[in-house]
Protein backbone atom coordinates (compact mmCIF):
# COMPACT_ATOMS: atom_id res chain seq x y z
CA UNK A 1 0.00 0.00 0.00
CA UNK A 2 1.46 3.29 -0.82
CA UNK A 3 1.67 6.50 0.49
CA UNK A 4 -1.16 7.79 -1.26
CA UNK A 5 -3.39 5.04 -0.49
CA UNK A 6 -2.48 5.55 3.10
CA UNK A 7 -3.70 9.21 3.20
CA UNK A 8 -7.11 8.32 1.55
CA UNK A 9 -7.58 5.88 4.36
CA UNK A 10 -6.09 8.60 6.90
CA UNK A 11 -8.44 11.24 5.93
CA UNK A 12 -11.49 8.70 6.30
CA UNK A 13 -10.85 8.08 9.22
CA UNK A 14 -13.38 10.43 11.47
CA UNK A 15 -10.88 11.08 14.10
CA UNK A 16 -8.48 12.87 11.00
CA UNK A 17 -11.95 13.87 8.32
CA UNK A 18 -11.19 18.11 8.78
CA UNK A 19 -7.51 17.48 8.20
CA UNK A 20 -5.88 19.48 5.17
CA UNK A 21 -3.94 18.01 3.33
CA UNK A 22 -1.22 19.66 4.11
CA UNK A 23 -1.94 18.90 7.94
CA UNK A 24 -2.45 14.85 6.88
CA UNK A 25 0.72 14.50 4.73
CA UNK A 26 2.50 15.88 8.47
CA UNK A 27 0.87 13.85 10.51
CA UNK A 28 1.62 10.61 8.02
CA UNK A 29 5.35 12.25 7.71
CA UNK A 30 5.81 12.13 11.68
CA UNK A 31 4.54 8.71 12.17
CA UNK A 32 5.87 5.34 11.89
CA UNK A 33 4.58 2.15 9.63
CA UNK A 34 4.00 -1.03 11.01
CA UNK A 35 3.55 -4.47 9.50
CA UNK A 36 2.25 -6.83 12.36
CA UNK A 37 1.95 -10.97 11.57
CA UNK A 38 -0.92 -12.85 12.94
CA UNK A 39 0.00 -13.30 16.30
CA UNK A 40 2.07 -10.38 16.72
CA UNK A 41 1.07 -8.69 20.27
CA UNK A 42 1.19 -5.14 19.24
CA UNK A 43 0.24 -3.90 22.74
CA UNK A 44 0.97 -5.95 25.72
CA UNK A 45 -2.00 -5.46 29.19
CA UNK A 46 -0.26 -3.30 31.97
CA UNK A 47 2.69 -1.99 29.70
CA UNK A 48 3.13 1.85 29.03
CA UNK A 49 0.80 3.88 26.45
CA UNK A 50 3.04 5.58 24.66
CA UNK A 51 1.26 5.99 20.95
CA UNK A 52 -2.02 5.00 19.48
CA UNK A 53 -2.24 3.30 15.66
CA UNK A 54 -4.54 3.81 13.16
CA UNK A 55 -5.47 0.29 11.38
CA UNK A 56 -4.48 0.55 7.67
CA UNK A 57 -5.45 -3.11 6.31
CA UNK A 58 -5.79 -6.26 8.36
CA UNK A 59 -7.65 -6.92 11.74
CA UNK A 60 -6.38 -6.80 15.56
CA UNK A 61 -8.23 -8.13 18.46
CA UNK A 62 -8.57 -6.28 22.01
CA UNK A 63 -8.69 -9.00 25.07
CA UNK A 64 -8.15 -8.51 28.46
CA UNK A 65 -6.84 -10.82 31.07
CA UNK A 66 -9.13 -11.87 34.12
CA UNK A 67 -6.94 -14.67 35.86
CA UNK A 68 -6.72 -17.90 33.64
CA UNK A 69 -9.09 -16.71 30.95
CA UNK A 70 -8.73 -14.14 28.40
CA UNK A 71 -11.83 -11.75 27.59
CA UNK A 72 -12.42 -10.52 23.68
CA UNK A 73 -13.48 -7.06 23.82
CA UNK A 74 -13.41 -5.98 20.08
CA UNK A 75 -12.00 -6.41 16.88
CA UNK A 76 -10.66 -3.30 15.13
CA UNK A 77 -10.56 -3.09 11.21
CA UNK A 78 -9.21 -0.96 8.71
CA UNK A 79 -9.82 3.04 8.84
CA UNK A 80 -10.39 1.91 12.90
CA UNK A 81 -7.62 3.66 15.60
CA UNK A 82 -6.77 1.91 18.99
CA UNK A 83 -4.79 3.05 22.57
CA UNK A 84 -5.87 6.49 22.12
CA UNK A 85 -7.26 6.12 26.19
CA UNK A 86 -3.70 5.70 27.91
CA UNK A 87 -2.37 7.48 25.25
CA UNK A 88 -4.59 10.60 26.54
CA UNK A 89 -4.65 9.58 30.12
CA UNK A 90 -0.46 9.01 30.54
CA UNK A 91 -1.54 5.53 31.78
CA UNK A 92 -0.90 1.86 31.36
CA UNK A 93 -2.43 -0.22 29.08
CA UNK A 94 -5.61 -1.68 30.10
CA UNK A 95 -6.11 -4.16 27.67
CA UNK A 96 -4.12 -6.77 24.81
CA UNK A 97 -4.29 -6.25 21.20
CA UNK A 98 -2.65 -8.57 19.18
CA UNK A 99 -2.77 -9.13 14.74
CA UNK A 100 -5.53 -11.81 13.83
CA UNK A 101 -4.08 -11.36 10.25
CA UNK A 102 -1.84 -9.72 8.84
CA UNK A 103 -2.28 -6.17 9.29
CA UNK A 104 -0.67 -2.27 8.86
CA UNK A 105 -0.73 0.46 10.98
CA UNK A 106 0.47 3.49 11.51
CA UNK A 107 1.94 4.52 14.87
CA UNK A 108 1.51 7.86 15.88
CA UNK A 109 3.48 9.06 19.11
CA UNK A 110 2.62 11.49 21.57
CA UNK A 111 4.22 14.90 20.22
CA UNK A 112 2.14 14.14 16.96
CA UNK A 113 -1.23 13.03 18.71
CA UNK A 114 -1.32 16.33 21.00
CA UNK A 115 0.01 18.45 17.91
CA UNK A 116 -3.55 17.28 16.17
CA UNK A 117 -5.34 18.21 19.12
CA UNK A 118 -4.21 21.55 19.58
CA UNK A 119 -4.73 22.68 16.27
CA UNK A 120 -7.69 20.50 15.73
CA UNK A 121 -10.08 20.98 19.17
CA UNK A 122 -12.60 18.78 17.16
CA UNK A 123 -10.56 15.85 16.85
CA UNK A 124 -10.81 16.28 20.67
CA UNK A 125 -14.14 15.81 20.60
CA UNK A 126 -14.15 12.59 18.48
CA UNK A 127 -11.54 10.72 20.75
CA UNK A 128 -13.63 11.54 23.95
CA UNK A 129 -16.67 10.15 21.98
CA UNK A 130 -15.02 6.89 20.88
CA UNK A 131 -13.21 6.85 24.23
CA UNK A 132 -17.20 7.13 26.11
CA UNK A 133 -18.57 4.58 23.77
CA UNK A 134 -15.72 2.00 24.17
CA UNK A 135 -15.35 2.34 27.65
CA UNK A 136 -19.89 1.75 28.02
CA UNK A 137 -18.95 -1.30 25.24
CA UNK A 138 -15.40 -2.46 27.67
CA UNK A 139 -17.48 -2.24 30.72
CA UNK A 140 -20.82 -4.40 29.58
CA UNK A 141 -18.64 -6.66 28.57
CA UNK A 142 -16.74 -7.21 31.23
CA UNK A 143 -20.02 -7.00 33.55
CA UNK A 144 -21.24 -9.67 31.70
CA UNK A 145 -17.65 -11.64 32.28
CA UNK A 146 -17.51 -10.97 35.52
CA UNK A 147 -21.03 -12.47 36.28
CA UNK A 148 -20.13 -15.68 34.30
CA UNK A 149 -16.48 -15.64 36.32
CA UNK A 150 -18.91 -15.57 39.30
CA UNK A 151 -21.00 -18.32 38.26
CA UNK A 152 -17.74 -20.53 37.63
CA UNK A 153 -16.22 -19.73 41.07
CA UNK A 154 -19.54 -20.47 43.10
CA UNK A 155 -19.96 -23.79 41.50
CA UNK A 156 -16.36 -24.99 41.89
CA UNK A 157 -17.06 -23.72 45.24
CA UNK A 158 -20.83 -25.35 45.75
CA UNK A 159 -19.17 -28.27 44.49
CA UNK A 160 -16.63 -28.43 46.95
CA UNK A 161 -19.11 -28.21 49.72
CA UNK A 162 -21.23 -30.91 48.40
CA UNK A 163 -18.68 -33.36 47.94
CA UNK A 164 -18.17 -33.44 51.30
CA UNK A 165 -21.60 -34.77 52.65
CA UNK A 166 -22.28 -36.70 49.50
CA UNK A 167 -18.88 -38.76 50.08
CA UNK A 168 -20.26 -39.01 53.50
CA UNK A 169 -23.64 -40.57 52.63
CA UNK A 170 -21.71 -42.81 50.03
CA UNK A 171 -19.05 -44.01 52.90
CA UNK A 172 -22.27 -44.45 55.27
CA UNK A 173 -24.28 -46.62 52.96
CA UNK A 174 -21.95 -48.51 51.89
CA UNK A 175 -20.59 -49.45 55.57
CA UNK A 176 -24.64 -49.36 56.68
CA UNK A 177 -25.21 -52.69 54.38
CA UNK A 178 -22.20 -54.61 56.11
CA UNK A 179 -23.95 -53.27 59.60
CA UNK A 180 -27.28 -54.43 59.02
CA UNK A 181 -25.91 -57.93 57.80
CA UNK A 182 -24.72 -58.01 60.52
CA UNK A 183 -27.23 -56.78 63.29
CA UNK A 184 -29.08 -59.44 61.28
CA UNK A 185 -26.87 -61.66 62.39
CA UNK A 186 -26.81 -60.91 66.47
CA UNK A 187 -30.50 -60.27 66.35
CA UNK A 188 -31.23 -64.55 64.88
CA UNK A 189 -27.96 -65.38 67.91
CA UNK A 190 -30.11 -63.06 70.54
CA UNK A 191 -33.19 -64.91 69.81
CA UNK A 192 -31.35 -68.24 69.99
CA UNK A 193 -30.25 -67.49 73.45
CA UNK A 194 -33.19 -68.77 75.97
CA UNK A 195 -33.79 -65.18 77.57
CA UNK A 196 -36.12 -65.40 81.00
CA UNK A 197 -38.69 -62.87 80.54
CA UNK A 198 -36.90 -60.49 82.74
CA UNK A 199 -33.38 -60.64 80.73
CA UNK A 200 -35.76 -59.61 77.73
CA UNK A 201 -37.23 -56.98 78.82
CA UNK A 202 -34.23 -55.45 80.11
CA UNK A 203 -32.18 -55.96 76.70
CA UNK A 204 -35.09 -54.47 75.01
CA UNK A 205 -35.39 -51.27 76.84
CA UNK A 206 -31.43 -51.14 76.32
CA UNK A 207 -32.00 -51.16 73.12
CA UNK A 208 -34.81 -48.57 73.55
CA UNK A 209 -32.13 -46.09 75.67
CA UNK A 210 -29.79 -46.73 72.63
CA UNK A 211 -31.65 -45.90 69.80
CA UNK A 212 -33.40 -42.30 71.09
CA UNK A 213 -29.56 -41.22 72.84
CA UNK A 214 -28.24 -38.62 71.61
CA UNK A 215 -24.67 -38.99 70.18
CA UNK A 216 -21.63 -37.72 72.20
CA UNK A 217 -18.91 -35.73 70.89
CA UNK A 218 -15.95 -36.66 73.32
CA UNK A 219 -16.71 -40.44 72.54
CA UNK A 220 -13.32 -41.04 71.74
CA UNK A 221 -12.16 -40.36 75.16
CA UNK A 222 -14.44 -43.44 76.26
CA UNK A 223 -13.83 -46.23 73.51
CA UNK A 224 -10.03 -47.86 74.92
CA UNK A 225 -11.61 -48.71 78.37
CA UNK A 226 -15.27 -50.12 77.01
CA UNK A 227 -13.61 -51.82 74.24
CA UNK A 228 -11.19 -53.29 76.68
CA UNK A 229 -14.11 -54.06 78.68
CA UNK A 230 -16.20 -55.67 76.22
CA UNK A 231 -12.92 -57.84 74.75
CA UNK A 232 -12.53 -59.63 78.35
CA UNK A 233 -16.03 -60.20 78.23
CA UNK A 234 -15.51 -62.19 75.27
CA UNK A 235 -17.55 -59.52 73.14
CA UNK A 236 -17.25 -60.52 69.36
CA UNK A 237 -15.80 -57.77 67.28
CA UNK A 238 -15.45 -55.70 70.10
CA UNK A 239 -13.43 -53.21 68.15
CA UNK A 240 -16.69 -52.33 66.40
CA UNK A 241 -18.47 -52.87 69.48
CA UNK A 242 -16.79 -50.28 71.65
CA UNK A 243 -17.25 -47.18 69.75
CA UNK A 244 -20.56 -47.40 68.61
CA UNK A 245 -21.52 -48.09 72.27
CA UNK A 246 -18.98 -45.28 73.18
CA UNK A 247 -20.83 -42.79 70.82
CA UNK A 248 -24.30 -43.39 72.74
CA UNK A 249 -22.69 -41.89 76.20
CA UNK A 250 -21.94 -46.19 77.16
CA UNK A 251 -18.60 -46.51 79.17
CA UNK A 252 -16.89 -49.25 80.85
CA UNK A 253 -18.53 -48.76 84.33
CA UNK A 254 -21.99 -48.51 82.24
CA UNK A 255 -21.48 -52.22 80.96
CA UNK A 256 -20.22 -53.15 84.91
CA UNK A 257 -23.68 -52.14 86.23
CA UNK A 258 -26.27 -53.66 83.89
CA UNK A 259 -24.07 -57.17 84.27
CA UNK A 260 -26.04 -58.54 87.16
CA UNK A 261 -29.01 -58.17 84.58
CA UNK A 262 -27.91 -61.06 82.55
CA UNK A 263 -26.51 -64.73 83.04
CA UNK A 264 -22.70 -64.17 82.36
CA UNK A 265 -23.04 -66.88 79.42
CA UNK A 266 -26.13 -64.22 78.14
CA UNK A 267 -24.43 -61.12 78.57
CA UNK A 268 -21.49 -61.06 75.44
CA UNK A 269 -24.15 -61.58 72.82
CA UNK A 270 -26.52 -59.43 74.44
CA UNK A 271 -23.73 -56.96 74.92
CA UNK A 272 -22.73 -57.64 70.24
CA UNK A 273 -26.49 -57.50 69.22
CA UNK A 274 -26.97 -53.53 71.26
CA UNK A 275 -23.89 -52.80 69.98
CA UNK A 276 -24.74 -53.77 66.20
CA UNK A 277 -28.31 -52.04 66.59
CA UNK A 278 -26.10 -48.72 68.02
CA UNK A 279 -23.62 -49.26 64.90
CA UNK A 280 -26.91 -48.92 62.45
CA UNK A 281 -28.31 -46.19 64.38
CA UNK A 282 -25.01 -44.39 64.30
CA UNK A 283 -25.09 -44.90 60.36
CA UNK A 284 -28.33 -43.44 59.93
CA UNK A 285 -27.56 -40.60 61.59
CA UNK A 286 -24.57 -40.14 59.77
CA UNK A 287 -26.65 -39.91 56.49
CA UNK A 288 -29.34 -37.83 57.90
CA UNK A 289 -26.78 -35.54 59.15
CA UNK A 290 -25.00 -35.29 55.38
CA UNK A 291 -28.58 -35.36 53.82
CA UNK A 292 -29.44 -32.05 55.73
CA UNK A 293 -26.18 -30.46 54.99
CA UNK A 294 -26.68 -30.86 51.42
CA UNK A 295 -30.88 -29.58 51.73
CA UNK A 296 -29.09 -26.35 53.66
CA UNK A 297 -26.58 -25.63 50.95
CA UNK A 298 -29.15 -26.19 48.69
CA UNK A 299 -31.63 -24.28 49.75
CA UNK A 300 -28.84 -21.53 50.82
CA UNK A 301 -28.05 -21.93 46.58
CA UNK A 302 -32.21 -21.32 45.75
CA UNK A 303 -32.34 -18.16 48.42
CA UNK A 304 -28.89 -16.79 47.28
CA UNK A 305 -29.88 -16.93 43.43
CA UNK A 306 -33.69 -15.86 44.40
CA UNK A 307 -34.56 -18.92 41.84
CA UNK A 308 -38.10 -18.80 39.88
CA UNK A 309 -39.08 -15.20 41.88
CA UNK A 310 -39.64 -11.78 40.52
CA UNK A 311 -36.14 -9.80 40.39
CA UNK A 312 -37.70 -6.97 43.43
CA UNK A 313 -38.67 -9.20 46.90
CA UNK A 314 -39.26 -8.21 50.31
CA UNK A 315 -35.71 -9.48 51.45
CA UNK A 316 -34.61 -10.57 54.72
CA UNK A 317 -31.03 -9.18 55.20
CA UNK A 318 -29.65 -11.38 57.75
CA UNK A 319 -30.91 -14.86 55.52
CA UNK A 320 -29.45 -12.87 52.27
CA UNK A 321 -25.92 -12.31 54.11
CA UNK A 322 -26.01 -15.86 55.60
CA UNK A 323 -26.82 -17.06 52.23
CA UNK A 324 -23.67 -15.32 50.50
CA UNK A 325 -21.85 -16.95 53.51
CA UNK A 326 -23.15 -20.42 52.53
CA UNK A 327 -22.05 -20.07 49.11
CA UNK A 328 -18.54 -18.76 50.08
CA UNK A 329 -18.08 -21.15 52.90
CA UNK A 330 -15.07 -22.80 50.92
CA UNK A 331 -13.18 -19.72 51.41
CA UNK A 332 -14.03 -19.20 54.96
CA UNK A 333 -13.72 -22.40 56.80
CA UNK A 334 -9.67 -22.73 57.04
CA UNK A 335 -8.84 -19.54 58.82
CA UNK A 336 -11.60 -16.72 59.14
CA UNK A 337 -13.30 -16.24 61.93
CA UNK A 338 -16.98 -14.89 60.88
CA UNK A 339 -18.51 -11.94 63.63
CA UNK A 340 -22.23 -11.22 62.84
CA UNK A 341 -23.97 -8.46 65.12
CA UNK A 342 -27.47 -8.93 63.63
CA UNK A 343 -30.05 -6.13 65.09
CA UNK A 344 -33.26 -8.76 66.68
CA UNK A 345 -35.40 -5.69 65.20
CA UNK A 346 -34.69 -5.50 61.27
CA UNK A 347 -37.66 -5.00 59.13
CA UNK A 348 -37.58 -6.86 55.59
CA UNK A 349 -36.59 -4.60 52.66
CA UNK A 350 -37.76 -4.08 49.46
CA UNK A 351 -35.00 -4.40 46.92
CA UNK A 352 -33.50 -6.16 43.92
CA UNK A 353 -32.39 -9.17 45.92
CA UNK A 354 -30.26 -11.03 43.20
CA UNK A 355 -28.59 -8.00 43.02
CA UNK A 356 -27.76 -7.30 46.82
CA UNK A 357 -26.28 -10.81 46.91
CA UNK A 358 -23.54 -9.76 44.23
CA UNK A 359 -23.07 -6.93 46.39
CA UNK A 360 -21.96 -8.81 49.60
CA UNK A 361 -20.64 -11.60 47.32
CA UNK A 362 -18.03 -8.94 45.70
CA UNK A 363 -17.79 -7.13 49.28
CA UNK A 364 -16.85 -10.11 51.19
CA UNK A 365 -14.91 -12.23 48.66
CA UNK A 366 -12.81 -8.81 48.46
CA UNK A 367 -12.21 -8.81 52.08
CA UNK A 368 -11.26 -12.88 51.90
CA UNK A 369 -8.10 -12.09 49.25
CA UNK A 370 -7.16 -9.03 51.33
CA UNK A 371 -6.92 -10.75 54.39
CA UNK A 372 -4.73 -13.96 52.71
CA UNK A 373 -8.04 -15.79 53.48
CA UNK A 374 -7.05 -15.96 57.38
CA UNK A 375 -8.52 -13.32 59.85
CA UNK A 376 -11.76 -11.87 60.96
CA UNK A 377 -14.82 -10.95 58.89
CA UNK A 378 -17.53 -8.72 60.65
CA UNK A 379 -20.71 -8.27 59.63
CA UNK A 380 -23.15 -6.35 60.79
CA UNK A 381 -27.46 -5.08 60.54
CA UNK A 382 -29.55 -2.50 62.50
CA UNK A 383 -32.06 -0.43 61.30
CA UNK A 384 -32.08 3.40 61.03
CA UNK A 385 -35.66 4.80 60.48
CA UNK A 386 -36.71 4.18 57.34
CA UNK A 387 -33.46 2.77 56.21
CA UNK A 388 -30.99 -0.47 57.11
CA UNK A 389 -27.47 -0.30 57.58
CA UNK A 390 -25.07 -2.84 56.47
CA UNK A 391 -21.47 -2.82 57.87
CA UNK A 392 -19.02 -5.58 56.71
CA UNK A 393 -15.74 -5.33 57.72
CA UNK A 394 -11.87 -7.07 57.74
CA UNK A 395 -8.67 -7.25 59.33
CA UNK A 396 -6.76 -7.07 56.02
CA UNK A 397 -3.53 -4.61 55.88
CA UNK A 398 -5.95 -2.01 54.35
CA UNK A 399 -6.52 0.72 51.65
CA UNK A 400 -3.73 2.85 51.19
CA UNK A 401 -5.17 6.89 51.36
CA UNK A 402 -3.52 7.39 48.03
CA UNK A 403 -6.35 5.47 46.22
CA UNK A 404 -8.95 5.41 48.08
CA UNK A 405 -10.56 7.93 45.63
CA UNK A 406 -11.01 4.89 43.05
CA UNK A 407 -12.43 2.50 44.72
CA UNK A 408 -15.44 2.71 43.11
CA UNK A 409 -14.07 3.64 39.78
CA UNK A 410 -14.38 1.52 36.65
CA UNK A 411 -11.37 -1.09 36.10
CA UNK A 412 -9.76 0.00 38.78
CA UNK A 413 -7.96 -2.92 41.16
CA UNK A 414 -5.24 -2.97 43.40
CA UNK A 415 -4.97 -6.98 42.40
CA UNK A 416 -2.04 -8.15 39.72
CA UNK A 417 -2.33 -7.54 36.15
CA UNK A 418 -4.54 -9.97 34.83
CA UNK A 419 -6.11 -11.17 38.45
CA UNK A 420 -9.89 -9.22 38.16
CA UNK A 421 -11.79 -7.24 35.91
CA UNK A 422 -11.52 -4.05 38.47
CA UNK A 423 -15.50 -3.90 37.98
CA UNK A 424 -16.33 -5.61 41.37
CA UNK A 425 -16.69 -2.26 43.80
CA UNK A 426 -18.09 -0.06 40.76
CA UNK A 427 -20.88 -2.89 39.99
CA UNK A 428 -21.66 -2.67 43.88
CA UNK A 429 -21.55 1.03 43.87
CA UNK A 430 -24.08 1.10 40.96
CA UNK A 431 -26.22 -1.48 42.58
CA UNK A 432 -26.25 0.49 45.31
CA UNK A 433 -26.46 4.01 44.81
CA UNK A 434 -28.45 3.97 41.14
CA UNK A 435 -30.78 0.78 41.59
CA UNK A 436 -31.37 1.21 45.28
CA UNK A 437 -31.05 4.54 45.58
CA UNK A 438 -28.93 3.82 48.58
CA UNK A 439 -25.61 4.97 50.19
CA UNK A 440 -21.87 2.89 49.81
CA UNK A 441 -18.82 4.26 51.79
CA UNK A 442 -15.77 2.80 53.79
CA UNK A 443 -13.20 3.29 55.98
CA UNK A 444 -9.82 1.87 56.10
CA UNK A 445 -6.39 1.95 58.13
CA UNK A 446 -3.85 -1.49 58.63
CA UNK A 447 -5.83 -3.78 59.83
CA UNK A 448 -9.45 -3.38 59.19
CA UNK A 449 -11.40 -1.76 56.48
CA UNK A 450 -15.07 -1.71 56.75
CA UNK A 451 -17.47 -1.21 54.17
CA UNK A 452 -21.03 0.85 54.65
CA UNK A 453 -24.45 0.71 53.13
CA UNK A 454 -27.39 1.84 54.05
CA UNK A 455 -30.74 0.76 52.29
CA UNK A 456 -33.95 2.49 52.11
CA UNK A 457 -36.55 0.08 53.68
CA UNK A 458 -38.83 0.62 50.32
CA UNK A 459 -37.68 1.58 46.79
CA UNK A 460 -40.28 3.84 46.29
CA UNK A 461 -40.65 5.33 42.53
CA UNK A 462 -37.62 7.21 42.43
CA UNK A 463 -35.62 3.83 42.47
CA UNK A 464 -34.66 3.02 39.20
CA UNK A 465 -36.44 -0.25 37.46
Not at 19 to 40: F, K, M, V, W
Not at 53 to 76: F, M, P, Q
Not at 246 to 271: K, N, S
Not at 434 to 448: A, K, L, M, Q
Request: proline share 4%.
Amino acid sequence: MDAARDLDLLRQVPLFAELTADESIELYNSSQRLCAEPGHVLIREGDAGDSMYIVLSGALEVTKRDGDNEIVLATRKAGEFLGEMALLEQVPRSASVRAVERSELLTIGPSAFHALLKHRPSAATTVLRTVAGRLRSTEASLVQADKLASLGTLAAGLAHELNNPSAAIQRSITTLQEAVTAWHSRTMEFDRLGLSAAERARAEALEAELRTAAVVAAASRLESKLTDKLDDLGVAESWDAGPALAARGWTAETVDRLAPDFAPAHLPAVLSWLAAGATVQQLMAEIGTSARAISGIVHAVKSYAYLDQAPVQDVDLQQSLEDTLTILNHKLKHGITVVQDFAADLPRIEAYAGELNQVWTNIIDNAIQAMGEAGTLELALRPLGEEVEVRIADSGPGIPTAIAGKVFDPFFTTKAQGVGTGLGLHIAHNIIVNRHRGRIDFTSRPGRTEFRIVLPVRLGKGAKQ
